[in-house]
């Protein structure tokens, strides 16, 4: 018996009339209330007790409690869920007299929040040596850890970590060999929900467009774009955008060689040769400069280059206005990315903070009140400290705008020791690969290389332009040509008609729109030709994101730490 929303189930039982006289609430009175998630939490304890034996599942049951900062009252809303069980537990005795043997009404009260918790409540039987298995199980989930209090210490069993499939789980949820290999990178680090979901897409799309996608790769690829704007979440990694392998390849980073060599020898080679690093601590790395020079990127690409999962967090999206909810947040960050490591056959996954200035500022500086920004510093602290752990190693790499701003505990030897400097590309070969690989994708006139035309273009361009200006300048010289493309099809339209006209002698008939000329061209007409004249254009309207003014001060940043590392 599955129950998910107690307020929703006592309503449908007064709908019904299934509800105890003494319970059943009127369908007009019911507002999801405590009240009413109480009077449900006893109607299905009632019915699983008529069906049992039962296994009863409550469902999220984090979210069966108001959501308040006072202790007390939370306290006290556990309590009341509590007594609801230990007095359906005791009232279900006249129901045993109805058989030739007593029934024991004791519950198994399994509680799981990524982990799973056994509460035995054993009642003591007059005149009986053994006890009878239990009529009612009751299997409680919760997608996020649940606080301390009543519920917390009632628990007798210790917690049984529930991760995420590993490889040889995920082949079995994906039922087909052959393309799994394909596609595991993919897959590893999902939840089988989301694994079954990437399945059945798989096989939709294989059967209805599979003649458009000649690799499986593709088109996981393609079924992953629906992934990413569909309504299906990861249960309880909200905060966490993917724990897939990226498909972000060295070939989409222009320039950056040093930034690569520093990064991919802080990972690759740990990976490559791990009892040369055995016992020794793990560092994380730093990677700070203006915005828009490939912090994100680099770090994606470092993860698909190792073959890691990938978990990107936000700095402000951990967060939270309840007492210990960011910290909850952060430690379940470190959780998702250890259980991600675990599913690999690298044992290592990479964590990747974005906008580390604003979940980890100086301590004693924020003006919060309640300092609730110093405990989050050290909650952070603390799990980069244990880090290295036996069921899988997480890579830390942070990103900042401002490293600043960061309280000082965070660069210290062991935490984020390695500071790499991300700046403006100031060489030409560095920008012509940049702005070359932001248009890789792009059909050039002639069947030109990229790197031919940007080379063409690339002295007229702004010097002081980060990694993405060069991709507003892309996005732009492919609109343009795009326009082009519809001027085209329009013009051709025009003058189908006007032929048409001329044959008719004016006799009004079918007129030709541009949509019409556009489905009677085939694929290789409506691939856009970007010309060199459009990067141009589309360089005009591109203002540089950095002032001079902010790049003086970046470079005052790097001098600053800089001199930190080396001392």
């Not at 040369?276 to 490939?294: C, D």
């Not at 254009?537 to 003014?549: C, H, L, N, R």
Request: aromatic share 6%.
């Amino acid at each position: 018996m599955h129950i998910r929303g107690l307020a929703a189930f006592s309503y449908q039982c007064s709908l019904e009339g299934g509800g105890s006289n003494n319970n059943n609430t009127s369908t007009n009175s019911v507002t999801g209330s405590l009240v009413d998630r109480l009077n449900g939490l006893r109607q299905s304890l009632n019915r699983a007790r008529l069906a049992a034996p039962c296994v009863l599942h409550i469902s999220q049951l984090q979210d069966e409690f108001d959501r308040v900062e006072d202790l007390d009252i939370r306290h006290d809303q556990e309590s009341r869920f509590l007594s609801c069980i230990f007095e359906s537990s005791s009232s279900s005795s006249s129901l045993s007299n109805t058989t030739t043997q007593s029934i024991d009404t004791n519950h198994d009260l399994l509680w799981r929040n990524e982990h799973q918790y056994l509460l035995e409540q054993t009642d003591s039987i007059a005149n009986e040596v053994m006890c009878s298995a239990p009529s009612v199980i009751v299997v409680v989930s919760t997608s996020k850890q649940l606080p301390a209090g009543p519920l917390l210490s009632s628990l007798v069993q210790a917690p049984v970590h529930i991760t995420v499939p590993d490889e040889a789980y995920a082949k079995q949820l994906w039922q087909d060999d052959a393309s799994f290999e394909e596609v595991k990178e993919f897959v590893l680090g999902l939840n089988a929900r989301e694994i079954q979901f990437l399945r059945r897409r798989f096989v939709e799309e294989m059967q209805t467009h599979g003649w458009k996608h000649q690799k499986e790769d593709e088109l996981m690829e393609y079924v992953l774009k629906e992934l990413e704007n569909s309504p299906l979440g990861r249960v309880g990694a909200s905060k966490l955008s993917s724990s897939l392998i990226p498909n972000v390849r060295w070939e989409d980073v222009g320039g950056l060689s040093h930034v690569r060599e520093e990064v991919m020898d802080a990972i690759e080679l740990p990976l490559a040769h791990p009892e040369m690093f055995a016992g020794s601590q793990r560092s994380g790395i730093l990677l700070f400069g203006p915005p828009g020079t490939g912090k994100t990127l680099m770090g994606k690409a470092v993860a698909t280059e190792c073959g890691l999962p990938f978990l990107s967090v936000k700095g402000p999206e951990l967060l939270g206005s309840y007492v210990g909810e960011s910290e909850a947040n952060v430690r379940a960050a470190f959780l998702n990315a250890r259980e991600a490591a675990a599913s690999t056959a690298a044992g290592a996954a990479i964590l990747f903070f974005d906008e580390l200035d604003s979940l980890a500022p100086r301590r004693g500086g924020v003006g919060d009140g309640g300092g609730v920004m110093d405990r989050v510093v050290s909650t952070l602290l603390s799990e980069l400290d244990q880090n290295d752990h036996a069921d899988g190693n997480v890579f830390v790499i942070g990103a900042t705008n401002r490293p600043d701003l960061l309280d000082p505990s965070l660069l210290r030897p062991g935490r984020f020791d390695r500071l790499v400097y991300l700046g403006l590309p100031t060489e030409r070969d560095d920008r012509i690969k940049i702005l070359a690989a932001q248009t890789r994708k792009f059909k050039f006139q002639d069947n030109q290389s990229p790197s031919t035309v940007v080379a063409q273009v690339i002295d007229d361009i702004h010097p002081s332009l980060t990694g993405a200006d060069f991709s507003a300048i892309a996005s732009g010289a492919l609109m343009k040509s795009l326009q082009r493309l519809c001027h085209q099809a329009e013009t051709e339209a025009k003058r189908l008609n006007n032929q048409r006209h001329n044959e008719t002698k004016g006799t009004p008939t079918t007129i030709t729109t541009a949509q019409d000329v556009l489905s009677g061209w085939d694929e290789d007409m409506l691939e856009p030709v970007v010309l060199a004249q459009d990067l141009l254009d589309a360089a005009q309207d591109v203002v540089p994101s950095v002032t001079e003014q902010d790049l003086v001060a970046y470079q005052s940043l790097r001098s600053q730490f800089s001199v930190q590392k080396s001392s």
